[in-house]
Protein backbone atom coordinates (compact mmCIF):
# COMPACT_ATOMS: atom_id res chain seq x y z
CA UNK A 1 0.00 0.00 0.00
CA UNK A 2 1.17 3.87 -1.03
CA UNK A 3 2.11 6.01 2.18
CA UNK A 4 3.22 9.47 2.40
CA UNK A 5 5.06 10.80 5.16
CA UNK A 6 5.23 14.70 5.64
CA UNK A 7 7.58 15.06 8.60
CA UNK A 8 7.02 18.82 9.46
CA UNK A 9 4.21 19.10 11.13
CA UNK A 10 4.92 23.25 11.37
CA UNK A 11 7.12 25.32 9.41
CA UNK A 12 6.33 29.40 10.00
CA UNK A 13 8.01 32.25 7.36
CA UNK A 14 8.61 35.35 7.35
CA UNK A 15 6.29 37.35 4.79
CA UNK A 16 8.08 37.95 1.38
CA UNK A 17 10.41 34.83 1.86
CA UNK A 18 10.72 31.55 0.80
CA UNK A 19 10.04 27.99 2.35
CA UNK A 20 10.03 24.55 1.29
CA UNK A 21 7.60 22.04 2.47
CA UNK A 22 8.91 18.24 2.48
CA UNK A 23 6.85 14.78 1.26
CA UNK A 24 8.21 11.48 0.88
CA UNK A 25 5.94 8.52 -0.44
CA UNK A 26 6.40 5.21 -0.84
CA UNK A 27 5.00 3.31 -3.60
CA UNK A 28 6.29 0.18 -5.88
CA UNK A 29 4.37 1.46 -8.68
CA UNK A 30 6.32 3.44 -12.04
CA UNK A 31 3.42 5.73 -12.64
CA UNK A 32 1.31 8.08 -10.35
CA UNK A 33 0.33 11.44 -9.93
CA UNK A 34 1.67 14.13 -7.06
CA UNK A 35 -0.53 16.65 -5.64
CA UNK A 36 -0.24 19.40 -2.97
CA UNK A 37 -2.90 20.84 -1.40
CA UNK A 38 -4.00 23.84 0.78
CA UNK A 39 -6.62 23.57 3.19
CA UNK A 40 -7.13 27.71 4.58
CA UNK A 41 -9.07 28.00 8.01
CA UNK A 42 -12.24 27.73 6.22
CA UNK A 43 -11.32 24.09 5.48
CA UNK A 44 -11.94 24.28 1.41
CA UNK A 45 -9.10 21.59 0.31
CA UNK A 46 -7.37 23.92 -2.57
CA UNK A 47 -5.16 22.17 -5.87
CA UNK A 48 -2.33 23.51 -5.48
CA UNK A 49 0.16 21.66 -7.73
CA UNK A 50 0.25 18.76 -9.23
CA UNK A 51 3.37 16.54 -10.69
CA UNK A 52 2.68 13.31 -13.42
CA UNK A 53 5.07 10.88 -12.32
CA UNK A 54 7.15 10.23 -15.80
CA UNK A 55 7.03 13.78 -15.99
CA UNK A 56 11.06 14.64 -15.16
CA UNK A 57 9.96 18.86 -15.33
CA UNK A 58 9.57 19.80 -12.09
CA UNK A 59 5.98 21.47 -12.25
CA UNK A 60 5.22 25.36 -11.34
CA UNK A 61 2.36 27.57 -10.66
CA UNK A 62 2.86 30.89 -10.30
CA UNK A 63 4.95 31.24 -6.37
CA UNK A 64 4.47 27.12 -6.25
CA UNK A 65 7.05 24.95 -7.26
CA UNK A 66 7.60 21.66 -6.46
CA UNK A 67 11.16 19.46 -6.83
CA UNK A 68 10.59 16.25 -7.31
CA UNK A 69 13.07 13.16 -7.09
CA UNK A 70 11.42 10.15 -8.39
CA UNK A 71 14.50 7.91 -7.44
CA UNK A 72 14.42 9.12 -3.73
CA UNK A 73 10.06 9.02 -3.55
CA UNK A 74 10.73 12.97 -2.68
CA UNK A 75 8.08 15.83 -3.64
CA UNK A 76 8.66 19.03 -1.99
CA UNK A 77 6.90 22.39 -2.29
CA UNK A 78 8.56 25.50 -2.60
CA UNK A 79 6.28 28.57 -2.03
CA UNK A 80 8.11 32.07 -2.72
CA UNK A 81 7.52 35.69 -2.08
CA UNK A 82 5.40 34.21 0.76
CA UNK A 83 1.93 35.98 1.79
CA UNK A 84 -0.52 35.60 4.58
CA UNK A 85 -3.36 34.12 2.88
CA UNK A 86 -0.46 31.34 1.83
CA UNK A 87 -0.91 30.59 6.01
CA UNK A 88 -3.18 27.02 5.95
CA UNK A 89 -2.19 23.59 5.98
CA UNK A 90 -0.49 21.87 3.11
CA UNK A 91 -1.44 18.30 2.73
CA UNK A 92 0.96 16.26 -0.07
CA UNK A 93 -1.08 13.28 -1.51
CA UNK A 94 -0.41 10.07 -4.19
CA UNK A 95 -2.51 8.72 -6.45
CA UNK A 96 -2.34 5.95 -8.94
CA UNK A 97 -3.20 6.42 -12.55
CA UNK A 98 -5.63 3.31 -12.41
CA UNK A 99 -9.19 4.27 -12.83
CA UNK A 100 -12.85 3.38 -12.18
CA UNK A 101 -12.90 4.55 -9.16
CA UNK A 102 -10.16 2.28 -7.34
CA UNK A 103 -7.64 5.17 -7.44
CA UNK A 104 -8.03 6.72 -4.10
CA UNK A 105 -5.96 9.67 -3.14
CA UNK A 106 -3.74 8.81 0.11
CA UNK A 107 -2.48 11.75 1.96
CA UNK A 108 -0.10 12.78 4.66
CA UNK A 109 -0.54 14.40 7.67
CA UNK A 110 -0.13 17.69 7.01
CA UNK A 111 2.30 20.52 7.77
CA UNK A 112 0.86 23.85 9.52
CA UNK A 113 2.22 26.80 7.65
CA UNK A 114 2.46 29.93 9.60
CA UNK A 115 3.82 33.29 8.10
CA UNK A 116 4.74 36.10 10.12
CA UNK A 117 4.22 39.44 9.17
CA UNK B 1 -21.85 27.70 -9.60
CA UNK B 2 -20.50 24.94 -6.96
CA UNK B 3 -18.67 22.33 -8.52
CA UNK B 4 -19.03 19.91 -5.95
CA UNK B 5 -21.63 20.89 -2.89
CA UNK B 6 -22.45 19.53 0.53
CA UNK B 7 -25.38 20.07 2.51
CA UNK B 8 -25.45 20.63 5.33
CA UNK B 9 -21.99 22.48 6.18
CA UNK B 10 -22.51 21.51 9.76
CA UNK B 11 -24.11 18.89 11.75
CA UNK B 12 -24.64 18.95 15.31
CA UNK B 13 -26.69 15.84 16.90
CA UNK B 14 -27.08 13.59 19.80
CA UNK B 15 -25.40 10.43 20.01
CA UNK B 16 -27.77 7.32 18.95
CA UNK B 17 -29.58 9.64 16.24
CA UNK B 18 -29.61 8.72 12.09
CA UNK B 19 -28.23 11.77 9.64
CA UNK B 20 -27.68 12.46 6.56
CA UNK B 21 -25.20 14.39 4.23
CA UNK B 22 -25.97 15.40 0.89
CA UNK B 23 -23.38 15.83 -1.81
CA UNK B 24 -23.77 16.91 -5.98
CA UNK B 25 -21.03 17.44 -8.55
CA UNK B 26 -21.61 19.43 -11.64
CA UNK B 27 -18.28 18.83 -13.06
CA UNK B 28 -19.60 15.36 -15.17
CA UNK B 29 -16.96 13.30 -13.61
CA UNK B 30 -17.30 9.23 -13.28
CA UNK B 31 -16.04 9.00 -9.74
CA UNK B 32 -16.96 10.53 -6.27
CA UNK B 33 -15.52 10.00 -3.09
CA UNK B 34 -16.46 10.30 0.77
CA UNK B 35 -13.35 11.37 2.89
CA UNK B 36 -13.31 11.91 6.57
CA UNK B 37 -10.87 14.24 8.30
CA UNK B 38 -10.40 13.70 12.24
CA UNK B 39 -9.68 15.87 14.77
CA UNK B 40 -5.82 15.78 13.73
CA UNK B 41 -6.64 16.80 10.43
CA UNK B 42 -5.91 13.65 8.49
CA UNK B 43 -7.54 12.34 5.77
CA UNK B 44 -8.73 9.21 5.03
CA UNK B 45 -10.77 7.67 2.41
CA UNK B 46 -14.18 5.77 3.31
CA UNK B 47 -16.11 5.10 -0.02
CA UNK B 48 -15.59 5.40 -3.82
CA UNK B 49 -18.11 5.26 -6.29
CA UNK B 50 -17.99 4.79 -9.90
CA UNK B 51 -21.17 5.40 -11.90
CA UNK B 52 -22.91 4.31 -9.65
CA UNK B 53 -20.98 1.35 -8.38
CA UNK B 54 -19.36 1.51 -5.04
CA UNK B 55 -15.66 0.57 -5.75
CA UNK B 56 -13.90 1.37 -2.55
CA UNK B 57 -15.20 0.86 0.74
CA UNK B 58 -12.32 1.25 3.27
CA UNK B 59 -12.79 -0.49 6.66
CA UNK B 60 -15.56 1.64 7.57
CA UNK B 61 -18.21 0.58 10.47
CA UNK B 62 -21.54 -0.90 8.89
CA UNK B 63 -23.79 2.61 10.48
CA UNK B 64 -22.05 4.08 7.42
CA UNK B 65 -24.30 3.76 4.35
CA UNK B 66 -23.75 5.56 0.93
CA UNK B 67 -25.67 5.52 -1.29
CA UNK B 68 -25.42 7.23 -5.27
CA UNK B 69 -28.60 7.56 -7.27
CA UNK B 70 -26.88 8.50 -10.12
CA UNK B 71 -22.75 9.59 -11.18
CA UNK B 72 -23.83 13.02 -9.84
CA UNK B 73 -25.04 12.40 -6.58
CA UNK B 74 -23.57 10.82 -3.64
CA UNK B 75 -24.86 10.39 0.01
CA UNK B 76 -23.80 9.32 3.21
CA UNK B 77 -26.09 8.44 5.62
CA UNK B 78 -24.78 7.33 9.12
CA UNK B 79 -27.18 5.43 11.89
CA UNK B 80 -26.82 5.15 15.42
CA UNK B 81 -24.20 8.12 15.99
CA UNK B 82 -21.43 8.09 18.39
CA UNK B 83 -18.60 10.55 20.19
CA UNK B 84 -16.32 9.33 17.78
CA UNK B 85 -18.11 10.22 14.45
CA UNK B 86 -17.49 13.70 15.14
CA UNK B 87 -15.05 14.69 12.34
CA UNK B 88 -15.14 17.01 8.99
CA UNK B 89 -16.57 14.44 6.31
CA UNK B 90 -15.69 15.65 2.84
CA UNK B 91 -17.12 14.59 -0.47
CA UNK B 92 -15.03 14.87 -3.77
CA UNK B 93 -15.20 13.71 -7.26
CA UNK B 94 -12.72 13.13 -10.07
CA UNK B 95 -11.66 11.95 -13.48
CA UNK B 96 -9.26 9.78 -14.57
CA UNK B 97 -5.77 10.86 -15.40
CA UNK B 98 -3.58 13.39 -13.41
CA UNK B 99 -5.99 15.24 -12.22
CA UNK B 100 -6.89 15.75 -8.74
CA UNK B 101 -9.96 16.00 -6.93
CA UNK B 102 -12.16 18.57 -6.50
CA UNK B 103 -13.50 18.63 -3.07
CA UNK B 104 -16.79 19.67 -1.21
CA UNK B 105 -16.84 22.48 1.45
CA UNK B 106 -16.98 19.53 3.60
CA UNK B 107 -19.81 18.59 6.67
CA UNK B 108 -18.57 19.41 10.49
CA UNK B 109 -20.61 16.92 12.37
CA UNK B 110 -20.49 16.82 16.06
CA UNK B 111 -22.18 14.54 17.77
CA UNK B 112 -23.08 15.37 21.66
Known amino acids: AQTVTQSQPEMSVQEAETVTLSCTYDTSESDYYLFWYKQPPSRQMILVIRQEAYKQQNATENRFSVNFQKAAKSFSLKISDSQLGDAAMYFCAYRSPRGGGSEKLVFGKGTKLTVNP | DTAVSQTPKYLVTQMGNDKSIKCEQNLGHDTMYWYKQDSKKFLKIMFS???????INETVPNRFSPKSPDKAHLNLHINSLELGDSAVYFC???????????FGSGTRLTVV
Open chain 2, 49 to 55: YNNKELI
Open chain 2, 92 to 102: ASSQAGVYGYT
